[in-house]
């Protein structure tokens, strides 16, 4: 133990002065541990990329009611971005998060997450695997003194100041235990160190969540137990858990809660010491140490469809629990990953926050096996990875932008990932989907237009099953393909949001069109001529819920009339949308922009519709929980219209994109008073890959496409690695926060008229140079020939 731990032997804290100078001197092992961490062969800037990282960055809400209009409920926190600050590797199976929401007893806002940056008490730390910890489990929190049987949490305020959070490493004070909790992780384990004071009663109390299971206190080193009510294909991880301490336990015994008890409060709790078996709800142990001041206890976590397999997690990956290796492990994944993508310029909280976002990013898909190694499949069948096994890409959100940001990065990650995706089509007979659309096809059609190698016909065979067999995942097919739309019906009754219920005809029509459009790509790329006419004349489906007496997208009923009333600034959740508006619905056509000028009546009355979009204000009656970060009728906190602000390229405008891009990145991110604020929900790196694509200068308005949009990017200089070796770079002259508007454009020296450019463009490296100045230069890519693709031919 080094001289700063030396000084926790001395005395316990007896006065505040004590208490303070323990917390500094905890705090200062911290940093020399992640410092020790930082030695090796990571690059000078990589290392200070990753310092700039902040995987609190979007655990916050923002703050000014202007950016987050009549949300959230009363009674109800508002959206915050729902990341974890805890730590994680890339594409890893599990993380070591904080958890500061109670949500057994709550379910505050969409999902589970574990961490809400405003609340001010800590109730425990999790090394589970879900996608959003809150529901993680088990629960683990050590605890000074007294503690209490969940849900009744022993809680303790923590110092905000002290919080640590980087890329594979978190750490806080727990004020109330005076005790310094720090996280890293491997790609299937969890590491947890504890430094407590000195006292006969540190505990650390391990259990499960509501639902239970049961535990075991295992020799005097181990506790293990298997939880009740998992989904095996929903957490590859398996429902057992093995945590293994450091050191022998001075003292232990078992607790569960009998919620069946009808009297005072939550129920009994059934407490016994040195009792190892217990089951119920809340299932837990309690093992206590007699430790002296700064005396360290680690806990290292794994995860399995059985004991035996989270313990041989445990050896094969964290043989010698060595917090400082593993962390140094960490780091070292994060900096392969940061070292593809290098900026300069741009302020530090600009920097922060492009670091920060690019670490979420990575949030999913998450790694299931490495090839070679055993896991179980959706089907409940043990199985060894013929390649690196990844679980389900969340389509509806990251399937828009984060996947093209793997293809440009990691091309060979993403050939895994459609491996996986095609496996798991092998196993249920569909390829799986998200929400409304059916976006597999997005990620197959990109990849192939990006020219990553795969066996696309042996995808087809299910991706065409998908959009014909009206058994499958596509919802309301036989309506669908009968009429080119789908109806909707007037749901009983107006929740908040305004009908909650219904079929989100309207959005499911344009989704499936939209995922038409890819999949006659596909089809004719394969020599299907008359699956990709058939296909293409199903892409032209969201003509039919474009209702030209309003000018926006309608639904309609059985009968083919028109839905009314109809107020499109009102949001819905199913009912005609998919959780927007019908402003926020009307751009939702990203395969054909041309298209969808032809139907507002060219050039001219799309831009004055899009420049009205981002006017008009945001007034409805009812509350969309989901509808936060606006700039107008505008909701960058949703997927729906994220693409929205790019889609000046097409109508001749570019220089607005460029001045909306700039407004969305300065004040719908970080602009709140903590500097962590999301505008809305991340969904597993889809709103942080936005602000990536979007920092560097750039936007896959159709990620099925190989085209990219651009903006205007924050920084002086980017330099993307990509994933072929390859550099492109992209070079902003005479930069600033008032230059954001694009004067002039060269690609590789040669004059360039065009706001996007294609992945052939890019493919063997080149230098975009941008040069940049304080007024719109309205001619530049104003022409009609400089207009991005679209699915119908250009107009004049």
């Known amino acids: 133990m080094d001289s700063h731990a030396a000084r926790f032997r001395r005395r316990a804290p007896s006065n505040r002065s004590a208490i303070l100078a323990i917390a500094w001197a905890m705090l200062a092992l911290g940093h020399m541990d992640a410092a020790r961490a930082r030695d090796g062969n990571v690059p000078p800037s990589t290392a200070q990329a990753l310092d700039e990282a902040d995987p609190r960055v979007g655990t916050a809400p923002l703050d000014r009611q202007a950016l987050i209009g009549n949300a959230p409920p009363p009674g109800e926190p508002l959206y915050s971005g729902m990341t974890s600050p805890g730590a994680s590797l890339p594409h890893g199976s599990t993380e070591a998060t904080p958890v500061n929401l109670n949500v057994d007893l709550s379910y505050p806002a969409g999902v589970g ?22 529901g993680a489990s088990p629960m683990v929190m050590p605890v000074v003194g007294d503690w209490t049987v969940p849900p009744d949490y022993a809680q303790s305020y923590y110092d905000k100041a002290g919080e640590k959070a980087s890329p594979g490493y978190y750490a806080v004070d727990l004020a109330t235990f005076h005790t310094r909790v720090e996280l890293t992780a491997t790609r299937q384990t969890s590491l947890m160190r504890f430094t407590f004071p000195a006292s006969h009663r540190s505990n650390v109390v391990v259990n499960l969540r509501r639902p239970g299971g049961e535990v075991e206190v295992v020799g005097d080193r181990t506790i293990r137990g298997v939880a009740t009510g998992r989904q095996p294909e929903r957490d590859p991880n398996g429902p057992w858990f093995v945590a293994e301490f450091s050191r022998p336990f001075a003292g232990f015994g078992t607790f569960r809660a009998d919620r069946s008890h009808e009297g005072y409060g939550i129920g009994d709790a059934d407490v016994q010491q040195e009792r190892r078996t217990v089951s119920g709800s809340y299932a837990g142990a309690y093992v206590t140490f007699d430790t002296k001041a700064g005396e360290q206890v680690l806990v290292r976590i794994a995860h399995g469809h059985s004991a035996a397999e989270a313990e041989a997690k445990l050896r094969a990956e964290d043989p010698d629990g060595d917090f400082e290796q593993v962390h140094a492990q960490a780091r070292a994944a994060w900096a392969k990953l940061f070292d593809r993508v290098q900026v300069s310029g741009g302020t530090p909280k600009q920097r922060m926050l492009f670091y920060s976002t690019l670490y979420h990013s990575f949030a999913s898909p998450r790694l299931v096996a490495r090839k070679g190694e055993r896991f179980t499949d959706g089907n409940g069948q043990t199985r060894v990875a013929e390649h690196d096994r990844y679980g389900p890409v969340p389509f509806w959100d990251t399937g828009r932008n984060q996947i093209v940001l793997l293809m440009l990065l990691e091309p060979g990650v993403v050939q895994d990932i459609m491996r996986s995706e095609l496996d798991m089509a092998r196993e249920s007979g569909h390829m799986n989907t998200s929400f409304h659309g059916d976006h597999a096809v997005l990620l197959y059609d990109g990849a192939w237009q990006r020219g990553i190698p795969f066996d696309y016909a042996a995808a087809y065979e299910y991706l065409r099953k998908n959009a014909t067999d009206p058994e499958g995942p596509r919802h309301y097919l036989d309506e669908y ?71 926006f997208m309608r639904g309609r009923t059985a009968d083919g009339q028109w839905i009314s009333p109809f107020d499109p600034g009102e949001p819905y959740y199913n ?16 395969h054909d922009v041309q298209g969808l000028i032809d139907l507002l009546g060219g050039r001219a009355a799309f831009n004055a519709k899009l420049d009205a979009f981002f006017a008009t204000p945001y007034h409805p009656k009812g509350i969309c929980r989901d509808c936060t970060g606006l700039i107008g009728q505008y909701v960058q906190g949703n997927q729906p219209d994220q693409q929205a602000a790019y889609l000046y390229a097409w109508s001749g405008q570019p220089w607005k994109t460029q001045a909306l891009v700039r407004r969305i990145l300065g004040t719908l991110y970080g602009s709140d008073a903590s500097g962590f604020g999301f505008p809305g929900m991340d969904d597993q790196g889809s709103t942080s890959s936005w602000y990536v694509l979007s920092a560097m200068g750039f936007y896959p308005v159709d990620p099925s496409t190989p085209d990219y949009v651009l903006g205007s990017p924050i920084f002086d200089r980017v330099r993307l690695r990509m994933g072929n070796g390859k550099v492109f770079e992209i070079v902003a002259r005479n930069n600033s926060d008032q230059n954001r508007y694009i004067q002039s454009a060269t690609l590789n020296g040669k004059p360039w008229t065009r706001p996007w450019f294609s992945q052939a463009d890019i493919a063997g490296g080149g230098t975009l140079v941008l040069t940049m100045g304080p007024q719109p230069n ?13 699915m119908s031919p250009r107009g004049p």
Do not use: C, Q
Request: charged letters at 20%; a neutral charge.
């Open 113 to 134: 997450m574990s961490y809400y940056y405003p609340k001010p008490t800590m109730i425990g730390f999790t090394g589970g695997g879900s996608s959003y910890g809150g």
């Open 481 to 551: 393909a009968k009429n080119g739309w789908i109806a909707d019906v007037v749901p009983p009754g107006n929740p908040s949001p305004p009908y909650a219920g219904g079929k989100a005809g309207v959005a499911t029509t344009l989704e499936y069109a939209w995922d038409d459009h890819a999949l006659a790509d596909v089809a004719r790329r394969l020599g299907k001529t008359d699956d990709a006419r058939m296909f293409l004349h199903r892409a032209a489906n969201y003509r039919n819920v474009f209702d030209p007496s309003v000018g």
């Open 575 to 590: 009912f005609m949308m998919k959780e927007a508006s019908g402003w926020s619905t009307l751009w939702l056509v990203p």
């Open 778 to 790: 309205k001619a530049w890519g104003a022409e009609p020939g400089d207009a991005p693709p679209s």
